[in-house]
């Protein structure tokens, strides 16, 4: 079992530097993983009302935690408001249910999904689209959701409120229209995908950044084979093979080292277990550099139905 270390929150909590993503796991295969997971060591489970399986994540949990293995105060969970739930009155609602689903009393993180809302149709449409199969939008100021979140702070419902997909002029405006700066900014950060410039502006921000898709989503439904494979990238097979570790976790080692917190997901045992061996090593500043210098700009979720939405993060020169 590993002991993963921590890293403090503003609000004075420990989270852990290593968790597990459940993004892509199938709801009864994601259940066995999380249980597997903790027996590993890892205390850090990453969820979210999108990704649909909070039920056997709270199943997973509620085991565990019944059977000993584990207490509740040992574990650092997080959940995501989804984009539907982007109107001020909806935002209980949408928090509700993943803290029901989870089967649990607070969360320790609860992240806004992404700054773009969509329009509520239904607790089953995740995406909503019009008759022209276009994406409906719902403009409601994430300032104003934020705030929502800071009350259920204040009711001890949460533990720390942060957000995902925010660039750092959606955070500045957080910064200096509300009262509780975000705790965490969870974005993807892979060496295909450095972000230098939106780590260090969180970094100087007391914003702990966690990257999720480290390891490039190999996965992910879209993948086509003209695009670059992270996990076969030459250079890093090589460094791979001098350190006697995985390319992956090279990878997340490379990650912890910049100060990111990182939320691998795997349903494989070996894989959940040798994601979480990153302390055992260090990689020099010329690792650091030449994966560094792997950086293209490939972003795997770009949130391509949110182009258009006026609060969509991922383009230059972002006004609004």
């Not at 509620?62 to 989804?82: A, Y």
């Not at 995985?246 to 795997?266: C, M, N």
């Not at 494989?268 to 040798?274: N, Q, Y």
Request: aromatic share 10%.
């Amino acid at each position: 079992m590993e002991n993963v270390p921590t890293v403090r929150l503003q609000t004075g909590y420990a989270m852990p530097l290593v968790g597990l993503g459940t993004w892509q796991s199938l709801k009864e295969e994601g259940q066995t993983a999380v249980e597997c997971a903790i027996a590993c060591g890892y205390r850090h489970i990453d969820c979210a009302w999108m990704y649909q399986n909070e039920d056997e994540m709270g199943k997973a949990i509620t085991k565990v935690i019944k059977e000993n293995k584990v207490q509740r105060e040992e574990l650092f969970i997080t959940s995501k408001l989804w984009s539907i739930f982007h109107k001020p009155e909806l935002v209980r609602t949408g928090f509700m249910k993943s803290l029901n689903k989870l089967n649990l009393k607070y969360l320790d993180l609860y992240l806004i999904h992404t700054p773009c809302g969509n329009k509520y149709v239904d607790d089953e449409t995740i995406i909503p689209q019009g008759s022209d199969g276009k994406t409906l939008f719902d403009d409601t100021d994430y300032v104003k959701i934020w705030k929502v979140l800071e009350d259920l702070q204040k009711e001890g419902l949460i533990r720390s409120i942060g957000v995902s997909n925010f660039n750092k002029h959606q955070i500045n405006r957080i910064l200096k229209e509300c009262s509780v700066p975000p705790a965490v900014n969870q974005i993807e950060i892979n060496p295909y995908l450095v972000q230098k410039d939106l780590v260090d502006f969180c970094n100087n921000k007391g914003i702990v950044v966690t990257a999720f898709s480290p390891l490039g989503s190999p996965t992910r439904p879209w993948v086509s084979p003209e695009e670059p494979a992270l996990l076969k990238d030459p250079s890093l097979e090589e460094i791979a093979k001098r350190l006697e570790k995985s390319v992956a976790q090279v990878i997340l080692r490379y990650l912890i080292e910049r100060k990111t917190v990182v939320i691998p997901k795997s349903t494989s045992p070996d894989r959940i277990k040798s994601n979480i061996e990153l302390f055992d090593f260090e990689l020099t500043k010329k690792d650091m550099d030449a994966i560094g210098s792997l950086n293209q700009d490939f972003r795997v979720l770009a949130w391509p139905w949110l182009v258009g939405h006026k609060y969509y993060p991922f383009k230059e020169n972002y006004s609004e």
